[in-house]
């Protein structure tokens, strides 16, 4: 048994009926270049291959009473692959919007407790003859940059890879212990709540004379603080539907742009994304007159000293917040802005610390913060209050090299990430082989149709490149 860090446990926590704390990947494969076939039961026999090296992914989380410390994970032997994978065919005539469609659709309910919190939608019926796998997993078995650890278990390198892998062990099940005996093993963690408030709030003052050096430095002009966010059509009290459409740019491209203007990938995926939301805006005639903010998770390394939910799994991230001058017309001049946005905010994260965030999770009562999202999102104070930010943009390096998962080739695996109460839009970006891909995960009582979104990247994509000859 493995108890759940702190930060894992938030994501456990933090869900409520239109909060899903889950995230993935929609993969697009070609079947032709699989030497036995690829169907549903073949990606089936390739998880139970390897079903050993999945991890946290084999496991059931078990939660205490009354929320009085963090769940844990126990290893559950008995994996019913018929469930956890399971196949659903796109309707006519099976191309992008009909897709997209049916991705929102199953993005739109929360994964099933007292099973392992993940799953595989096999999708077939694409118009080219493709076929597509949507993985969900629940936010606390991983983050985006560890959950495409995926990658490394289920794809290989050539088509004709054996389903068995020389290096997969065993899975070894255990006993679920009972509700009471869960009470019993929280109370030491209990009683040393006190000292891990005292070490946090050590942390705390370090950090704050940190913020104070920032401030005086060349950087703070560009600092982002919360509820600086104008507000937006995007930013409202969400509700469980979701909607998700997807795009690519080649990411040679996005490497001549950054060459170009001397500035970073990320801060190139912020530029194209900061010129699809002035467009979508624009054409809304909403268009704000100070910069959106956008909150992105950034990957820290810590040393779990034995109490992370996974090992190289769980959870490891930070955020920062980085502003969009949706109000500038010059792509150029946005993109220059965000640079200096982005280096503002690393300095505001180093003084930070990487790991506050994660330490002020594993002081936070469970129930303490279950009752508090739950009364947030029932009360829809996300109307009442100034935004924290207007939307979530991650950018996560992919695999330079092609992937096959028992033969199938990867064409594209567009990301998917969470939505939170207040932020109806989420924009993951992932690297893969010669290409970025994008994904957009909406509400659509908010965003009506994520496709303008899509449309628009690929515009000011399109416009950035322009501008760099």
Aim: contains cysteine.
């Amino acid at each position: 048994m493995q108890r759940l860090s702190g930060a894992d446990a938030s994501f456990v926590y933090g869900e409520t009926p239109n909060w899903h704390m889950h995230l993935g990947t929609l993969a697009v494969l070609d079947p032709s270049t699989a030497p036995d076939g690829f169907n549903v039961d073949r990606l089936r026999s390739l998880v139970e291959a390897r079903a050993g090296l999945l991890g946290p992914f084999l496991r059931r989380l078990v939660e205490v009473p009354f929320g009085l410390d963090r769940p844990a994970w126990v290893d559950d032997p008995h994996l019913d692959l018929d469930r956890q994978i399971r196949s659903v065919g796109v309707p006519a005539p099976g191309g992008p919007r009909q897709l997209g469609a049916l991705v929102g659709d199953l993005l739109a309910y929360k994964l099933e407790p007292g099973r392992p919190l993940w799953e595989i939608w096999f999708i077939e019926g694409l118009e080219d003859g493709g076929v597509a796998l949507l993985t969900k997993m629940h936010h606390c078995l991983a983050d985006g940059v560890r959950g495409a650890r995926m990658y490394e278990v289920l794809y290989d390198l050539e088509p004709g890879a054996p389903l068995d892998r020389p290096d997969t062990p065993l899975v070894q099940g255990e006993r679920i212990p009972p509700g009471w005996e869960m009470a019993l093993r929280a109370l030491p963690r209990l009683a040393g709540t006190p000292l891990r408030a005292a070490r946090t709030s050590g942390h705390l003052s370090r950090s704050a004379l940190g913020v104070l050096h920032v401030r005086g430095s060349p950087e703070w002009p560009g600092v982002t603080l919360p509820f600086q966010a104008p507000r937006t059509s995007l930013n409202r009290s969400i509700t469980p539907h979701r909607g998700f459409a997807y795009c690519s740019v080649p990411l040679s491209g996005v490497k001549a742009i950054k060459n170009v203007f001397s500035v970073t990938v990320n801060d190139v995926v912020l530029g194209i994304c900061a010129g699809a939301l002035r467009r979508y805006l624009a054409d809304r005639g909403e268009l704000p007159g100070k910069p959106l903010i956008a909150q992105i998770p950034v990957a820290v390394h810590i040393d779990s000293g034995g109490d992370a939910s996974g090992g190289a799994w769980g959870n490891a991230t930070t955020v920062m917040g980085a502003a969009l001058p949706t109000q500038l017309d010059d792509p150029v001049e946005r993109l220059r802005a965000i640079h200096a946005s982005t280096q503002s905010a690393k300095a505001m994260q180093q003084a930070l610390g990487d790991d506050l965030i994660l330490d002020l999770a594993d002081v936070a009562p469970p129930g303490l913060l279950a009752a508090g999202v739950r009364a947030y999102s029932r009360l829809r104070l996300a109307d009442h209050h100034p935004p924290v930010f207007n939307l979530i943009v991650s950018n996560v390096q992919g695999p330079p090299q092609p992937l096959h998962i028992a033969g199938a080739r990867l064409v594209a695996s567009y990301p998917i990430g969470p939505l939170l109460d207040g932020g109806g839009l989420n924009i993951t970006a992932m690297s893969y082989l010669d290409h970025i891909d994008f994904g957009y995960v909406v509400c659509p009582e908010i965003v009506e149709d994520p496709w303008q979104l899509a449309d628009a990247t690929s515009a000011a994509f399109v416009e950035l490149e322009n501008a760099a000859g």
